[in-house]
């Protein structure tokens, strides 16, 4: 048999046993108002108001490819409230559209809860996933933060007996650079020398244009800048940048060393845009900028009236000056914005 033929043969053969390995799986858990709009959420889905009703999604798939699986199990949800209490809800078995492995488009089980926000504080959504087919349970937290100032409740412990990631870091409010850190557990004691993975979620056709410009750009490894990895050290701790505004979900992994299933603490982490904007300026610096701008070009015009007062100048000359004044009130107002 031809020797190209039996390596492109075993290239392809290997090929196809890496389809799918590219993105981790994770539980993911959207608010949201409806099905129509469950894949648009955004880090304000997080905030809630007294009295509201919010439902929860959850979905079972590769966040950064925006790539689903079928949940081969109804989750265990529940809502630990800020004063300790549990709520367990009942989660309905619904689906969801979205995007195989190999790019098609199809409908996918999932399922979702709704509860009632009646406490000021962080309500910490709780989702047990027992998936078989990759050998995983996971145990999800999304913090929903309710009231003005009532920040207390996002770092509480609700999966004791279990993997689980407590945050350091205030997990909203968050902004686009700012550094996450947090504590790996296992069953109450830190889980050292653990990987922890880091996947940023999008939306269904930015998912394909990230990944094509992944595979473009880093053809020799391309998942190497889906799912970022960083270690615990001996205490459990760890951190990692959040560099771009977005859903992020961050996962402390306790692997089998007996054959058994890896338990997973997984925590999600809205990111904001960066506060201020880029490029924002007071009213009070735009006033200031207007003001030094029309001095400079008053200085200017004074200098051009004396320059074509002068017998010697020329009228280029005056426009020059007024020219170099309008130039000097522009740079100005541009470096103030």
């Given at each position: 048999?031809?020797?190209?033929?039996?390596?492109?043969?075993?290239?392809?053969?290997?090929?196809?046993?890496?389809?799918?390995?590219?993105?981790?799986?994770?539980?993911?858990?959207?608010?949201?108002?409806?099905?129509?709009?469950?894949?648009?959420?955004?880090?304000?889905?997080?905030?809630?108001?007294?009295?509201?009703?919010?439902?929860?999604?959850?979905?079972?798939?590769?966040?950064?490819?925006?790539?689903?699986?079928?949940?081969?199990?109804?989750?265990?949800?529940?809502?630990?409230?800020?004063?300790?209490?549990?709520?367990?809800?009942?989660?309905?078995?619904?689906?969801?559209?979205?995007?195989?492995?190999?790019?098609?488009?199809?409908?996918?089980?999932?399922?979702?809860?709704?509860?009632?926000?009646?406490?000021?504080?962080?309500?910490?959504?709780?989702?047990?996933?027992?998936?078989?087919?990759?050998?995983?349970?996971?145990?999800?937290?999304?913090?929903?933060?309710?009231?003005?100032?009532?920040?207390?409740?996002?770092?509480?412990e609700v999966a004791k007996e279990q993997t689980e990631v407590i945050p350091y870091t205030r997990p909203y409010g968050?902004?686009?650079?700012?550094?996450?850190?947090?504590?790996?557990?296992?069953?109450?004691?830190?889980?050292?020398?653990?990987?922890?993975?880091?996947?940023?979620?999008?939306?269904?056709?930015?998912?394909?244009?990230?990944?094509?410009?992944?595979?473009?750009?880093?053809?020799?490894?391309?998942?190497?800048?889906?799912?970022?990895?960083?270690?615990?050290?001996?205490?459990?701790?760890?951190?990692?940048?959040?560099?771009?505004?977005?859903?992020?979900?961050?996962?402390?992994?306790?692997?089998?060393?007996?054959?058994?299933?890896?338990?997973?603490?997984?925590?999600?982490?809205?990111?904001?845009?960066?506060?201020?904007?880029?490029?924002?300026?007071?009213?009070?610096?735009?006033?200031?900028?207007?003001?030094?701008?029309?001095?400079?070009?008053?200085?200017?015009?004074?200098?051009?009236?004396?320059?074509?007062?002068?017998?010697t100048a020329s009228p280029a000359f005056g426009a020059i000056f007024v020219?170099?004044?309008?130039?000097?009130?522009?740079?100005?107002?541009?470096?103030?914005?």
């Open positions: 048999m031809n020797k190209n033929l039996i390596t492109t043969a075993f290239a392809a053969l290997l090929l196809i046993a890496c389809t799918g390995m590219a993105g981790a799986h994770f539980t993911m858990v959207f608010p949201s108002d409806s099905e129509d709009t469950v894949w648009d959420v955004s880090p304000e889905d997080y905030i809630a108001s007294l009295g509201e009703t919010k439902t929860v999604y959850v979905m079972w798939g590769h966040p950064y490819e925006h790539i689903s699986f079928d949940m081969s199990s109804a989750p265990e949800i529940s809502v630990v409230k800020p004063d300790g209490t549990v709520e367990k809800l009942t989660p309905e078995k619904i689906t969801v559209p979205g995007q195989h492995e190999d790019g098609t488009p199809g409908d996918f089980v999932a399922y979702r809860a709704s509860f009632t926000v009646d406490q000021d504080g962080d309500s910490i959504v709780l989702v047990k996933y027992d998936d078989a087919d990759e050998n995983l349970i996971d145990y999800c937290k999304a913090v929903i933060h309710c009231g003005l100032e009532v920040w207390e409740g996002w770092d509480s968050m902004e686009e650079g700012f550094v996450f850190s947090g504590n790996a557990k296992y069953k109450g004691q830190p889980l050292p020398d653990a990987t922890v993975e880091v996947e940023k979620y999008h939306t269904l056709e930015l998912g394909k244009e990230i990944v094509e410009a992944a595979e473009e750009k880093f053809p020799y490894d391309p998942p190497m800048v889906f799912t970022r990895q960083v270690k615990t050290n001996q205490n459990g701790d760890f951190s990692y940048t959040l560099d771009e505004p977005g859903i992020w979900f961050v996962c402390a992994a306790k692997e089998s060393d007996t054959g058994g299933r890896t338990i997973r603490g997984v925590f999600i982490v809205p990111v904001l845009d960066s506060f201020p904007a880029k490029g924002f300026a007071s009213s009070a610096e735009l006033q200031k900028a207007i003001d030094e701008a029309k001095s400079a070009a008053q200085e200017a015009k004074a200098a051009a009236e004396h320059a074509a007062s002068s017998a020219a170099i004044g309008l130039f000097a009130a522009l740079v100005i107002t541009m470096r103030r914005k």
